[in-house]
């Protein structure tokens, strides 16, 4: 007797597969596989997380109701049209829940962020894969994939997990020549790690624009992971299709509570960006220490390099020899990377340690 059978599209997704915590021989070691803040959470995160976990018993606020408001305080937005998730990522197939479906298409760039594709085929459209340049956005690519069947195009800026990013000019761009029925996505994980005041004018596009949607997340430069908590940012009416099928107790009590307090610690996350400024600009010139051996680093803006390995090295070969010098980084075959490895900024120990074991695999090859 046969039983139920999934849909098509289902069948169709990869799964999505996280940064490995372990070795292959089961050891903990150095974890530079999932983008984590190395310096941990904000203090007053955690002390704002142990308080707000005695309320075990009760539901969160299905309206998020004060997270909404401070997050508008903080950034100058209108509460009413803030959105939350679990994770940036709910948020992400929010959109395309509530915007696409069979028959669409749902556009994102070469080396771009996983869970899109797992988003776009989660709902029975059909994913169009743009062309790169050089690892980058490249606008006009997207712009040329374009059709009548496109709903959603998914930018993720910097982009995850190449680190590259697309300028204010180059997203502007990007917006003005799409359709009004085509919804922008720019998801903006590693938005806060980005040099000086540079940003992508994604915010302001969201504030204007009928059909741009802009996702943060607490995960990274909050260091709060663990508590899955994202946001949204569009028009009214973006938000309230989103709403329809969001979940209403997604977030938690306690999660809550330390993204709220998360948001008023500005001396950590001064300290975080300055952190992963010094140590990304010292691993990046390392690698380009090794240039001659065919090492090269991709130009990040986000909180990790992309390191290809173009010599006799491979990428394979450096991932298993870091992990049996104690280091986990994320080698990514199943998204046409098998020849790169992102690499979390780590401690300052950390970081100089996959240096030097970077160092002897490539003496050692010659």
């Known amino acids: 007797m046969s039983g139920p059978e999934p849909k098509p599209w289902i069948m169709a997704i990869a799964p999505?597969?996280?940064?490995?915590?372990?070795?292959?021989?089961?050891?903990?070691?150095a974890k530079l596989s999932s983008n984590e803040n190395p310096l941990g959470t904000s203090p007053k995160a955690r002390a704002a997380f142990v308080e707000a976990s005695g309320n075990l018993e009760r539901y969160p606020d299905a309206s998020g109701t004060e997270?909404?408001?401070?997050?508008?305080?903080?950034?100058?937005?209108?509460?009413?049209?803030?959105?939350?998730?679990?994770?940036?990522?709910?948020?992400?197939?929010?959109?395309?829940?509530?915007?696409?479906?069979?028959?669409?298409?749902?556009?994102?760039?070469?080396?771009?962020?996983?869970?899109?594709e797992i988003a776009a085929r989660r709902v029975g459209a059909t994913p169009v894969i743009a062309p790169d340049n050089d690892y980058a956005t490249d606008v006009d690519a997207i712009l040329g994939c374009v059709t009548d069947r496109t709903r959603i195009v998914y930018v993720a800026n910097p982009n995850n997990p190449t680190g590259t990013y697309a300028t204010r000019e180059e997203i502007a761009r990007l917006h003005a020549r799409l359709p009004s029925h085509v919804l922008l996505v720019l998801d903006h994980a590693y938005a806060e790690y980005i040099?000086?005041?540079?940003?992508?004018?994604?915010?302001?596009?969201?504030?204007?624009?009928?059909?741009?949607?802009?996702?943060?997340?607490?995960?990274?430069?909050?260091?709060?992971?663990?508590?899955?908590?994202?946001?949204?940012?569009?028009?009214?009416?973006?938000?309230?299709?989103?709403?329809?099928?969001?979940?209403?107790?997604?977030?938690?009590?306690?999660?809550?509570?330390?993204?709220?307090?998360?948001?008023?610690?500005?001396?950590?996350?001064a300290h975080t960006r300055a952190h992963n400024a010094e140590w990304r600009a010292w691993f990046s010139a390392e690698i380009a220490k090794m240039g001659n051996a065919g090492l090269r680093a991709v130009p990040s803006q986000a909180n990790f390099v992309l390191v290809l390995f173009e010599g006799k090295l491979t990428a394979e070969i450096a991932y298993k020899g870091l992990m049996d010098a104690g280091y986990i980084v994320r080698w990514l075959p199943g998204q046409g990377l098998p020849h790169g490895l992102r690499i979390t900024v780590g401690t300052a120990d950390e970081t100089q340690g996959v240096a030097t074991a970077l160092r002897a695999m490539v003496q050692a090859t010659g």
């Open 67 to 116: 997270l909404r408001e401070v997050l508008a305080a903080k950034h100058g937005l209108d509460p009413a049209r803030i959105i939350y998730g679990n994770g940036s990522d709910e948020v992400l197939h929010l959109a395309a829940g509530a915007f696409a479906g069979p028959g669409d298409e749902v556009i994102f760039v070469h080396y771009g962020f996983a869970v899109y």
């Open 16 to 29: 999505y597969i996280p940064g490995r915590s372990t070795t292959d021989d089961g050891r903990k070691v």
């Open 195 to 269: 040099e000086g005041d540079a940003e992508d004018g994604g915010v302001a596009l969201a504030e204007t624009a009928s059909n741009v949607l802009v996702t943060r997340t607490f995960s990274k430069m909050y260091g709060l992971a663990a508590e899955r908590i994202g946001w949204g940012y569009a028009a009214p009416e973006i938000i309230a299709a989103m709403h329809r099928i969001r979940l209403p107790f997604s977030i938690t009590i306690a999660g809550t509570a330390a993204a709220i307090a998360a948001l008023g610690d500005e001396e950590f996350v």
